[in-house]
């Protein structure tokens, strides 16, 4: 019923830049918070976040380096990463609170299957 879709993953050097992109689809009636993920190992770690207004949250690790935004009109949220370090190589996963409205309405948290990023030093 809803897809996340990453894109823009690959292969960088360190200090360079990438632009993740993930759009949802699906009979999707409202988006409210969108998400940036990254496993590098066990454990999957928040890097960003967007509200539905806008408010945007960072990790630490991300601050001054990431920028989190999203495009309501193509239910897309994007993080542009600079000075990328090899500390940053992981797979980055999007997260989403959406709603569907099949006879009624039901929020939900849905994932993308990730994107990978690769930083060399």
């Known amino acids: 019923q809803v897809q996340l879709v990453e894109s823009g993953g690959g292969l960088v050097q360190a200090g360079g830049s990438l632009r993740l992109s993930c759009a949802a689809s699906g009979i999707i009636f409202s988006i409210n918070a969108m998400r940036w993920y990254r496993q590098a190992g066990e454990q999957r770690e928040l890097v960003a976040a967007i509200?539905?207004?806008?408010?945007?949250n960072y990790a630490d690790s991300a601050k001054g380096r990431f920028t989190i935004s999203r495009d309501n009109a193509k239910n897309t949220v994007y993080l542009q990463m600079s000075s990328l370090k090899p500390d940053d190589t992981a797979v980055y996963y999007c997260n989403a609170d959406i709603a569907i409205k099949i006879f009624k309405l039901k929020w939900a948290t849905y994932w993308g299957r990730g994107t990978q990023v690769t930083v060399s030093s």
């Open positions: 509200a539905g207004d806008g408010t945007t």
